[in-house]
């Protein structure tokens, strides 16, 4: 499916969100992050390789992610990336601000504010 | 292997190479990230030919779909190197540091000199072992400089003993102890620039930043003897360094290269000016050429950077 660029935007913004949201599930390498994220949203939203490798450059940088070499059961190596705690409190925080701000949103998009 | 196997391959060699180029991180961190991009493209290929695409066409689209090399390395550099307030704040503390104990005259009392010096070296050993964070080279420009200013002091107590004692073993020890320390000096700095140089040549720029102004406030010291605190020549070094400071966070804020680059011709300029009002009628053709001494040494490293990859291009 080809995102608006509205849609687009608006993903950018959240890449983080996203990312962090997936790890929290379970430790995962770049592809398996890919698709979960795809698999999630029913094919939505897509992240491309080039915001996906950065984002997880700067997370770990932020110490809100930290990679680590694990041997799959099929015995390929990949580069796991684990949720840190502060990582699930900056979630949290953000959640919470994602809640009230899209309920706010929300009532003007729909006309609640000209009422 | 087929044809088609080969193809992918020199595909993907050649994609990792132009990548490789661009990156500019440490060896390690970049083998590291390298094998995690290549360990990424054979699982999206495998995807795309369990979903019925053709193998070559399958590696084609894995290794299309990271984008252009330039363009991916340019991000994950940003990603990594892009410095916060906070740390841009952390690296100007260190000229910050030098300046005020210059101003102060407080470089005089040894125990205060010996443990900023413990400091910096402390900082920069940490930034090292953190990896060369943003605010690394900052330090290390100032922890470089330890080695010129120890050895200066080294030789002055040296010369005084030997003037001292008539003791020949003193005087032989004294030059076998000059000719050792120099050019090992001399290796460790060479050897701390190439190592930046291999990460980026505007890390190797920084490292060369305080370098002039120490050299010229070292001299400045030899010439009278001693610094009094507060005299001109001081104080002006003592701006400088903290110009550097208000410079480095600057440059470490800028969010392009370009900017980056700018930064420094910027900071240049405006140094050498500033440093200028100590040396009272300078005229502006001299000043012109300080200026532009200044910006092509700081901006030499990216010659031998351009050398080495013309080099290393020629290269089979």
Not at chain 1, 12 to 19: A, E, S
Not at chain 2, 19 to 36: S, V
Not at chain 2, 64 to 70: F, T, V
Request: aromatic letters at 8%; one cysteine or more; proline letters at 3%.
């Amino acid at each position: 499916m080809k995102l608006s660029r509205y849609v687009t935007q608006l993903l950018k913004g959240n890449t983080d969100v996203l990312i962090l949201s997936t790890l929290e599930r379970e430790p995962m390498y770049g592809h398996q992050i890919l698709e979960a994220i795809e698999q999630a949203s029913g094919g939505t939203l897509a992240i491309s390789e080039g915001t996906l490798y950065p984002a997880l450059q700067r997370l770990t940088r932020e110490g809100r992610i930290r990679p680590r070499w694990t041997t799959l059961p099929s015995g390929k190596e990949r580069k796991c990336y684990i949720i840190t705690p502060k990582g699930e409190r900056w979630l949290a925080e953000c959640r919470s601000q994602w809640g009230e701000f899209s309920a706010a949103f929300g009532r003007v998009a729909r006309g609640g504010a000209s009422g | 292997m087929n044809a088609v196997d080969t193809g992918a391959r020199a595909c993907a060699r050649r994609y990792f190479a132009a990548l490789e180029r661009h990156l500019h991180l440490d060896d390690a961190d970049e083998r590291d990230l390298l094998r995690e991009l290549q360990d990424h493209v054979s699982d999206r290929a495998d995807a795309l030919v369990r979903a019925g695409v053709a193998p070559e066409a399958a590696h084609a689209r894995a290794i299309a779909a990271l984008g252009r090399p330039e363009a991916l390395a340019h991000s994950i550099r940003q990603a990594r190197y892009a410095a916060t307030w906070r740390e841009a704040l952390f690296a100007a503390l260190s000229s910050a540091l030098t300046a005020l104990l210059l101003a102060t005259g407080l470089w005089r009392a040894a125990p205060l000199a010996i443990g900023w010096a413990a400091a910096v070296a402390a900082v920069t050993l940490w930034g090292l072992w953190r990896g060369r964070p943003a605010w690394f080279y900052a330090w290390a420009s100032i922890a470089w400089m330890l080695p010129f200013v120890a050895g200066y002091v080294a030789f002055l107590v040296l010369a005084a003993n030997v003037a001292h004692a008539s003791a020949s073993v003193l005087a032989l020890g004294a030059v076998v102890a000059a000719c050792a320390y120099f050019p090992l000096g001399l290796v460790v700095v060479a050897w701390a620039l190439l190592a930046a140089l291999r990460r980026d040549w505007l890390d190797a720029t920084v490292l060369l930043t305080p370098l002039v102004p120490a050299l010229a406030w070292l001299l400045h010291v030899h010439d009278a003897g001693s610094a009094a605190s507060g005299d001109r020549m001081t104080m002006t070094t003592a701006f400088v360094f903290a110009g550097i400071g208000a410079c480095t966070v600057g440059f470490l804020r800028a969010d392009t290269r370009a900017a980056r680059v700018s930064t420094i011709v910027a900071s240049a300029v405006a140094l050498v000016a500033a440093a200028s009002m100590a040396d009272a009628g300078v005229a502006a053709a001299a000043l012109i050429a300080r200026s532009a001494l200044l910006i092509a040494f700081l901006l030499s490293p990216a010659l031998v950077a351009l050398a080495a990859r013309k080099a290393a291009s020629v290269r089979p």
